[in-house]
Structures are given as structure tokens and as C-alpha cells.
T-cell receptor
Framework: GAVVSQHPSWVICKSGTSVKIECRSL??????MFWYRQFPKQSLMLMAT?????????EQGVEKDKFLINHASLTLSTLTVTSAHPEDSSFYIC????????????FGEGSRLTVL | AQSVAQPEDQVNVAEGNPLTVKCTYS??????LFWYVQYPNRGLQFLLK??????LVKGSYGFEAEFNKSQTSFHLKKPSALVSDSALYFC??????????FGSGTKLNVKP
């Protein structure tokens, strides 16, 4: 099956620094990837849809200057949390789907960000 | 507006007993429904989906779900629960495969 990998799985950083999270499709090409944020005991909140070679589409209320998304290739999308603050601490998850099975999302393992 | 409701934060069941995790949805257009499972500090894993056809769909690990259009429900079921089924379960809906709306999740506890 399709495999999506995220790195790092856990990162701790100081307030004011920037953190980059990578999402890779290991055995398929993902023209579209989705970035979610998950708060404790809550559902996944779609942050943005990342399209290869074009700008990401952000959901309402998500600061695109703070959460920079780059989808430079068909197998890699990155989320950079700029000038991170403690309220940005969360579990960030990416996902992708295969064109032949629309709707069957394959999720990365998630990246837990803790901002001190 | 599109939304998913999972009315139970937690479901407790004894091993060997049947389990049900409830999900209702609201969507404009045709609903395409999904169940995912999440283990601690992990991403989500696909369990099953309803796109079209038979209302009863079977998925991974012996789980099944029934699409009920009149009740706008898509409850997840398993005839005999295992301790290893203990996890967080999410129901999701989409009408266009561009945006997926997830429920708040239900924690399933299966006790030996």
C-alpha cells in the first residue's frame, strides 16, 4: 500500500524559532497533500491543501505567513512553522491520496511540535 | 454545511463482545464516508469506506460499517472486540474528495 512518511516525529524548539516538517510519499507520486493539525482529544483540523508546483490553498483562519507550505516535488511537501510560539504546539499530520483511489487518504505518522 | 458527529467520546466494551462506534453526518451532495483508526502518537490508518453500492461495507481487522441514508449515519461495528482494537476512531465525510471533514473521535476501550 501507499506509504507516507513524516519527519521529524517529535521536535522541541524555543519560542521564536522556525521548524520545518517534511512529508514524503515513499512509493507513489502525490500531486496533492493535505496538512492537518490535531489538538489533544480533538479532531483533525484541515490547515491547507498542498499542490505540487503551485501555491497551497489555506483554510479560513490559518495564517499562511506563519505556516509556510511548499510542495516542490511529487513526493515531498514541507510545512514550516515560522516564529513558533507555545500556542503552536500541536500534532501535525500530513496525508495524500492515490489518483486511482480517491478519498482513501494515506496519513503520515504525525509530527509532535512542542514550543517552549 | 458539512459536518460529522461522533456523539460518544468513549466507548467501553469487554473483549469478545460486539462493539459499535456511532457516526452521523451532514453533507451537501452525495456523501462519501470513511472510518480511520489512530493509535497513540501515530497518524491515522484507513479502515473502510462507503462510496456507492452495498450499504454494508467491510474493512480491515474485521470491522464493518453500515451506511444509512435516511438516518444519515455510518456506524462502525465489529462482532467480537479484541483488546488490540483499543484506539481512537475517526469518522470522515466528503462530497468531492477535495475536503474531508472529520468527527471529534471516539476512544474505544476494550477490556480483557
Amino acid at each position: 500500500g501507499a506509504v507516507v512518511s513524516q519527519h521529524p516525529s517529535w521536535v522541541i524548539c524555543k519560542s521564536g524559532t522556525s521548524v520545518k516538517i517534511e512529508c514524503r510519499s515513499l512509493d507513489f507520486q502525490a500531486t496533492t497533500m493535505f496538512w492537518y493539525r490535531q489538538f489533544p482529544k480533538q479532531s483533525l483540523m484541515l490547515m491547507a491543501t498542498s499542490n505540487e508546483g503551485s501555491k497551497a490553498t489555506y483554510e479560513q483562519g490559518v495564517e499562511k505567513d506563519k505556516f509556510l507550505i511548499n510542495h516542490a516535488s511529487l513526493t515531498l511537501s514541507t510545512l514550516t512553522v515560522t516564529s513558533a510560539h507555545p500556542e503552536d504546539s500541536s500534532f501535525y499530520i500530513c496525508s495524500a491520496s492515490l489518483p486511482e483511489t480517491p478519498g482513501e487518504l494515506f496519513f503520515g505518522e504525525g509530527s509532535r511540535l512542542t514550543v517552549l | 454545511a458539512q459536518s460529522v458527529a461522533q456523539p460518544e467520546d468513549q466507548v467501553n466494551v469487554a473483549e469478545g463482545n460486539p462493539l459499535t462506534v456511532k457516526c452521523t453526518y451532514s453533507v451537501s451532495g452525495n456523501p462519501y464516508l470513511f472510518w480511520y483508526v489512530q493509535y497513540p502518537n501515530r497518524g491515522l490508518q484507513f479502515l473502510l469506506k462507503y462510496i456507492t453500492g452495498d450499504n454494508l461495507v467491510k474493512g480491515s481487522y474485521g470491522f464493518e460499517a453500515e451506511f444509512n441514508k435516511s438516518q444519515t449515519s455510518f456506524h462502525l461495528k465489529k462482532p467480537s472486540a479484541l483488546v488490540s482494537d483499543s484506539a481512537l476512531y475517526f469518522c470522515a465525510v466528503t462530497s468531492n474528495f477535495n475536503k474531508f471533514y472529520f468527527g471529534s473521535g471516539t476512544k474505544l476501550n476494550v477490556k480483557p
